[in-house]
T-cell receptor
Framework: AQKITQTQPGMFVQEKEAVTLDCTYD???????LFWYKQPSSGEMIFLIY??????QNATEGRYSLNFQKARKSANLVISASQLGDSAMYFC??????????????FGEGTQLTVNP | DTEVTQTPKHLVMGMTNKKSLKCEQH?????MYWYKQKAKKPPELMFV???????INESVPSRFSPECPNSSLLNLHLHALQPEDSALYLC???????????????FGSGTQLSVL
């Protein structure tokens, strides 16, 4: 079963506007972590933001915020004031609790974001 | 220093060659990972080393052989690869202890491998 689902293969946004990238997840663990990574065409995976399952506040990191809705099992990434440099592939990922499963970071299929001038 | 360094950046090899990919980190991390990524796809976990011991092997063919000589270095030895093994190979590291759920991975820039 797919553990991380990103339903938007591609998204377009105008420069300076906000954009939301969707992510839903599936786990029976109570303790888990959700991550967003950015991968530009250069290939490096860049960590953006983290949300823990027990965190009461939605995570924010600069222009990135995470809209965490635990009951709906969704962890959407919001990018405010988009910049041309935000054009990249974005991956949602989850790490579940447990000795061995905690070593695994499971990725969604990704969303290709294009920022238009 | 928050870098994971991978060499080489690009590699072209024939199906009979033997080559190695190298990865280095100096962040004191005790967990290191190899991922394989095909174009427009998410990274797929291959191997995890924890405290220099192989802890996860995701049923990877034996033509890929990982090695962790010390806590800072991770190698991936390649032998008799197939054209379908062409991909971006990413190395990553993480703290490897404490609350594992919160651990983020630090990735290198990857090695783009082409098998002819």
């Amino acid at each position: 079963a797919q553990k991380i689902t990103q339903t938007q293969p591609g998204m377009f946004v105008q420069e300076k506007e906000a954009v939301t990238l969707d992510c839903t997840y599936d786990t029976s663990d109570q303790s888990y972590g959700l991550f967003w990574y950015k991968q530009p065409s250069s290939g490096e995976m860049i960590f953006l933001i983290y949300q823990g399952s027990y965190d009461e506040q939605n995570a924010t990191e600069g222009r990135y915020s995470l809209n965490f809705q635990k009951a709906r099992k969704s962890a959407n990434l919001v990018i405010s004031a988009s910049q041309l440099g935000d054009s990249a592939m974005y991956f949602c990922a989850m790490r579940e609790g447990g000795e061995t499963s905690g070593s695994r970071l499971t990725f969604g299929e990704g969303t290709q974001l294009t920022v238009n001038p | 220093d928050t870098e994971v360094t991978q060499t080489p950046k690009h590699l072209v090899m024939g199906m009979t060659n033997k080559k190695s990919l190298k990865c280095e980190q100096h962040m004191g991390h005790r967990a290191m990972y190899w991922y394989k990524q095909k174009a427009k796809k998410p990274p797929e976990l291959m191997f995890v080393y924890s405290y220099e011991k192989l802890s996860i092997n995701e049923s990877v063919p034996s033509r890929f052989s990982p090695e962790c000589p010390n806590s800072s270095l991770l190698n991936l030895h390649l032998h008799a690869l197939q054209p379908e093994d062409s991909a971006l190979y990413l190395c990553a590291s993480s703290q490897g202890f404490g609350n594992r759920v919160r651990e983020k991975l630090f990735f290198g820039s990857g090695t783009q491998l082409s098998v002819l």
